[in-house]
Nanobody, 116 residues
Framework: QVHLVESGGGLVQPGGSLRLSCAAS????????MTWYRQAPGKEREWVAG????????DYGDSVKGRFAISRDNAKNTLYLQMNSLKPEDTAVYYC?????????WGQGTQVTVSS
């Protein structure tokens, strides 16, 4: 069974940094494209970043480009999101996601709050 567990969220001041992790199990992690999404209160879920199976290619949403970095460690079955220069508008629940044979799996999410 596919299992995704996010961690690393918390409260941080504007301009600060956090690194999120997503521990994956139940599928061949190293063979799948992985993505991060986020959902702010009252807003739709928003795509944040994606990374290819071997980590050679990445892409980012316009709102985080230049500040966030997605990466993965296939030996540890773990996906990461390094978030720098955080802004209050980055406040959201962050989710990792994988699509396997057309079926979408989500983690439970981790809360990130950017506030002074």
């Amino acid at each position: 069974q596919v299992h995704l567990v996010e961690s690393g969220g918390g409260l941080v001041q504007p301009g600060g940094s956090l690194r999120l992790s997503c521990a994956a199990s139940g599928f061949a992690f190293s063979r799948h494209f992985m993505t991060w999404y986020r959902q702010a209160p009252g807003k739709e879920r928003e795509w944040v970043a994606g990374i290819t199976d071997v980590g050679t290619d990445t892409d980012y949403g316009d709102s985080v480009k230049g500040r966030f970095a997605i990466s993965r460690d296939n030996a540890k079955n773990t996906l990461y999101l390094q978030m720098n220069s955080l802004k209050p508008e980055d406040t959201a629940v962050y989710y990792c996601r994988v699509v396997i044979m057309g079926k979408i799996a989500w983690g439970q999410g981790t809360q990130v709050t950017v506030s002074s």
